[in-house]
């Protein structure tokens, strides 16, 4: 077993709880889901209950006010995001502005292969996304200063031209710890996601370096077919079972009466 919780199996834990007592101050965080669409819920609210703070967090957003990653940024627990979407959050918005909080926008496709790369061993890479923009030019303000000057920008990335075209370098990510939610896996942490809750699940417990995963339903090995596993457990370190996600909706839209 590694790190600190009582472990039932070697990689089962009895509670989210023990499953991140060993995550620290200043810990970076893989975290997976889109919106809130097959967010590691149970595991950030049991984070939420420690003490850990100045984190590092990759994540396509940082969920919605007090909801998912949104707890930890409402508790000012954040101190750098790096993502792709940072809309629907308000309170982001305001920790950003003040400067309060580091942000890396990045495409979106080039945080999925960033977090991707980092898990499979790959340094880097070269895409199209971005060029000629600031992502590959730099000075996007990462950090703003309390007097609404920039304080912190974005460097300059390496370019390189094959054939005709011309590239950006991209680093692979990788983290401490990785987050994810999973519809079943089994006790040696083989995973399937559910349809589009897979989004970001699967390449952010690839960039963990220990990879803790909240299932909804727990089996044991073999009862999953093998063709049917999104994510093998040999990326996995922790499993917890969770039970049905309570699932939310980050905007309720509904027809008015008569509305055809």
Avoid at 194 to 211: C, D, E, R, V, Y
Avoid at 226 to 255: C, D, M, S, W, Y
């Amino acid at each position: 077993m590694d790190g600190m919780g009582e472990a039932v199996s070697s990689k089962v834990y009895e509670s989210a709880a023990s499953a991140v007592a060993d995550i620290k101050d200043g810990a970076s965080l893989a975290v997976g889901g889109f919106g809130l669409c097959g967010i590691p819920d149970a595991l950030i609210e049991a984070l939420a209950d420690t003490t850990a703070t100045d984190l590092e967090v990759f994540s396509n957003n940082c969920g919605v006010d007090n909801q998912g990653l949104g707890i930890l940024l409402g508790q000012g627990r954040i101190r750098r995001v790096t993502a792709s979407y940072v809309g629907e959050n308000k309170e982001f918005a305001r920790q950003y502005l003040a400067g309060e909080l580091e942000v890396e926008l990045t495409p979106q496709g080039t945080l999925a292969e960033r977090l991707r790369a980092g898990g499979a061993g790959i340094p880097g890479f070269y895409t199209p996304a971005g060029v000629g923009s600031p992502i590959s030019d730099g000075g996007m303000p990462w950090r703003y200063a309390p007097d609404g000057s920039v304080a912190i920008e974005s460097p300059p990335k390496e370019t390189r031209v094959f054939g005709d075209k011309r590239y950006v370098l991209e680093e692979g990510i990788t983290a401490d710890f990785a987050l994810v939610h999973a519809d079943l896996g089994d006790t040696d942490g083989n995973l399937v996601f559910n349809k589009t809750a897979m989004n970001f699940n699967p390449l952010a417990a690839m960039a963990g370096k220990i990879t803790i995963v909240q299932v909804e339903r727990l089996v044991e090995p073999g009862e999953i077919d093998p063709g049917a596993v999104h994510l093998p457990g040999v990326f996995v370190k922790r499993i917890v079972h969770t039970g049905p996600q309570n699932k939310k909706i980050e905007k309720r839209t509904v027809a008015t009466e008569g509305a055809k």
